[in-house]
């Protein structure tokens, strides 16, 4: 009877916890300085503006990353809304890997290492990437 | 006259005379109330004024000035952004850029980014995509009393403050400036930043603010060819060795 809950149970437990989910959204700040990122995943102010305000503040851009799953539907589930200020922008999972890796192999050659927290940060977000997408 | 001569007069005159606009988000807000004023924007007040000193030297591609800066791909495609225009300045209109920071080690706001884009400049020669000639940094620097002092760099002491190439910055009749990646665009002349706020209407829609006290920290001023011969601060070693 052990054996047959061992070989059994354990499996669906297992199935349970693989991975189901197609996307993560994650702060545009956590991607590194934006003259790094701005290529991909566009300027740091509102997308519906051609530039920014008068006065430094922040803006609440998020990166949805998806994987197994279609950009129309991703946008569909985190659509942009200029009157509530809600600023998605979209990016594959294949498209923002490179990057991750480039971007984080450059900063830890920075002899000076005077940018520590930006290869931390953008560590941290290719680990959140990964443990919600996948390797 | 010369291109910045110009420049400074358009710049000057829409400074004192505005009575007939408003920011765009006030326009925006309440159309009809300002159905008959002008609507205005930072981006707006720097391409009226480069356009306006194009024409009266008579450049034959003063009326591209505006379509210099259309994005033409990407997600702006279509729209005018501000670090295109910049870009095109300097690598076809031969202007110098000159990268500028109060504070390259202790941020007031302790943001990493404008160290990074220090870091940018003075060893890459470069702004986001700008090519970068020139630096004049540590104007106004952080006190140690302030509560965001080595926050972002613990182990370095107060950052050595320089007035030297700040009060050169102060014999440049004429430039365009660029904030956070084009994230705010201005005007400059003699150590002063001439902005507008596009949420206010006058007067508060213009301001005049001398550039060690502006709101933005790391930015980048764009001089005419014109106006070199007033930069008096040192090259970088990087813009000797790389092609603009």
């Known amino acids: ?135 | 006259m010369k291109f910045s001569d110009f420049a400074v007069e358009k710049m000057l005159d829409m400074y004192k005379n505005h009575s007939n606009q408003v920011g765009i988000k006030v326009k925006q807000a309440h159309p009809e109330k300002y159905k008959n004023y002008v609507s205005m924007d930072c981006i707006t007040y720097v391409l009226t004024v480069l356009k306006y000193a194009y024409e009266k030297v008579g450049d034959p591609n003063s009326q591209t000035v505006f379509s210099d800066g259309i994005a033409p791909s990407g997600h702006f495609k279509g729209k005018y952004v501000g670090m295109i225009l910049a870009e095109k300045l300097v690598k076809q209109r031969h202007w110098d850029a000159i990268y500028v920071n109060p504070d390259v080690v202790h941020p007031v706001d302790a943001l990493q980014e404008h160290n990074f884009t220090y870091y940018q400049a003075n060893k890459l020669c470069r702004y986001h995509k700008v090519p970068v000639k020139y630096t004049a940094v540590n104007y106004n620097t952080t006190a140690k009393t302030h509560e965001n002092f080595q926050e972002l760099v613990p182990h370095r002491g107060e950052t050595k403050l320089n007035r030297v190439d700040y009060d050169m910055l102060k014999k440049i009749k004429f430039g365009l400036g660029m904030s956070k990646g084009g994230t705010h665009t201005w005007l400059f002349s003699k150590g002063y930043v001439f902005e507008v706020h596009w949420e206010n209407t006058a007067p508060t829609l213009y301001e005049k603010s001398p550039l060690d006290t502006f709101g933005y920290l790391d930015s980048i001023i764009m001089v005419p060819p014109d106006g070199k011969s007033f930069i008096a601060l040192d090259a970088l070693k990087c813009s000797k060795t790389k092609k603009p």
């Open chain 1, 1 to 135: 009877m052990k054996k047959l809950l061992f070989f059994v149970i354990l499996p669906l437990l297992l199935m349970s916890c693989n991975t189901t989910t197609t996307n993560i959204v994650i702060p545009l700040k956590e991607f590194g300085p934006s003259s790094y990122s701005e290529d991909l995943l566009g300027y740091a102010f509102w997308q519906w503006n051609n530039h920014g305000d008068s006065r430094p503040r922040e803006y609440d851009i998020n990166i949805v990353v998806y994987r197994n799953t279609t950009l129309e539907k991703v946008s569909k589930q985190y659509p942009v809304i200029e009157a509530k200020e809600q600023d998605y922008r979209y990016i594959s999972y294949d498209e923002i890997m490179p990057y991750l890796n480039q971007t984080i192999k450059e900063f830890s050659a920075i002899k000076e290492n005077v940018f520590p927290l930006y290869t931390e940060q953008l560590t941290e977000t290719k680990k959140k990437i990964v443990d919600a997408l996948g390797e």
